[in-house]
């Protein structure tokens, strides 16, 4: 099976820097993705890493360490807007399927 | 392009009654995934088709729940019937295969 752990809740301040940590385990690691999810609102994709190493997407980067089955999303000059449950997900293997399979979400609070 | 579309938006039922649930996934993608997202939690997949074929619905409760995909685009999750426990938002998404996926606005389920 997959299990993934994140923190539940982080807090940052406006314009600061966060980083949302993303511990796995699975059978058949095809990569890791991240999607955010505002109140109420369909969960939208950020990002995806299959090798290690930093991928960086404007303010968002995503780390991924295969050999620590680690990962992280980082949030630079956070905006109130990036409030949201951010995810990390797996895409596993084991069935054949090769599906998506998704951590409990950390909710970032933005403060002023 | 237009997003994934699904209906109703909200849905309030009694237990032991029967819902279905429509979407229409962004066109020319090929793979479609039911995912259920109790309040608090990451979604979890449901089923997973390719084309109109099954790939996975191994974790799809299929004493009560069915789906289908007809012609290979628009797609029915039918919950037959529903228990307390059912109530979650159903959230469809659509891919060409792999990342992104990309996701509905999903059906809040309330059974009483």
């Known amino acids: 099976g997959q299990s993934l752990e994140q923190p539940s809740e982080v807090t940052a301040v406006e314009g600061a820097i966060v980083q949302i940590n993303c511990t796995y385990q699975t059978s058949g690691f095809y990569g890791l993705s991240w999607y955010q999810q505002h109140d109420g609102g369909a969960p939208t994709f950020l990002s995806y890493n299959a090798l290690d190493g930093l991928e960086e997407t404007g303010r968002f980067s995503s780390f991924l360490s295969r050999s620590d089955s680690y990962g992280y999303l980082l949030l630079q000059e956070l905006q109130m807007k990036d409030s949201a449950s951010y995810f990390c997900a797996v895409r596993d293997s084991q069935t054949g399927a090769n599906n998506l399979f998704f951590g409990t979400g950390t909710r970032l609070t933005v403060i002023p | 392009e237009a997003g994934v579309a699904q209906s109703p938006r909200y849905k309030i039922i009694e237990k032991r009654q029967s819902v279905a649930f429509w979407c229409n996934p962004i066109?020319?993608?090929?793979?479609l995934y039911w995912y259920q997202q109790i309040l608090g939690q990451g979604p979890k997949l449901l089923i997973q088709?390719?084309?109109?074929?099954?790939?996975?619905d191994s974790q799809l409760p299929k004493d009560r729940f069915s789906a289908e995909r007809l012609k290979g685009v628009d797609s029915t999750l039918k919950i037959q019937p529903a228990k307390l426990e059912d109530s979650a938002v159903y959230l469809c998404a659509s891919s060409r295969g792999g990342e992104p996926l990309h996701f509905g606005n999903g059906t809040r389920l309330t059974v009483t």
């Open positions: 088709f390719q084309n109109n074929g099954v790939v996975d």
């Open positions: 066109s020319g993608h090929a793979t």
